[in-house]
């Protein structure tokens, strides 16, 4: 997504946190030929779709980029920090 290109993934716990169906990109079930065959075929196909949902990838994948993420890590960390201090498990 990250790169401008819709997406085609399994449809699992982890993907599907982050990609929704029809919009950056298309989720298959897992373990499944010809639903991943179509969903390629499909984007191929179809270049509005393409460009749709690419454009929506960029806007999504931002929001995982490292400084990102890593500026949410912390957060949790010294949230989590203060809260065990509080509770006079750490000083």
Same mark, same amino acid.
């Given at each position: 997504?990250?790169?401008?290109?819709?997406?085609?993934?399994?449809?699992?716990?982890?993907?599907?946190?982050?990609?929704?169906?029809?919009?950056? !990109?298309?989720?298959?079930?897992?373990?499944?030929?010809?639903?991943?065959?179509? =969903?390629?075929?499909?984007?191929?196909?179809?270049?509005?779709?393409?460009?749709?949902?690419?454009?929506? !990838?960029?806007?999504? =994948?931002?929001?995982?980029?490292?400084?990102?993420? =890593?500026?949410? +890590?912390? =957060?949790?960390?010294?949230?989590?920090?203060?809260?065990?201090?509080?509770? !006079?498990? +750490?000083?």
């Amino acid at each position: 997504m990250a790169t401008g290109r819709p997406i085609v993934a399994t449809n699992i716990d982890g993907f599907a946190t982050v990609v929704t169906n029809g919009e950056e !990109g298309l989720l298959v079930p897992p373990m499944t030929v010809h639903p991943l065959a179509h =969903a390629l075929l499909t984007l191929l196909n179809d270049k509005q779709l393409r460009l749709q949902m690419a454009q929506k !990838g960029l806007i999504t =994948a931002q929001k995982y980029d490292w400084e990102g993420v =890593a500026s949410r +890590v912390l =957060a949790y960390y010294s949230k989590t920090i203060e809260r065990t201090r509080q509770q !006079g498990i +750490v000083r």
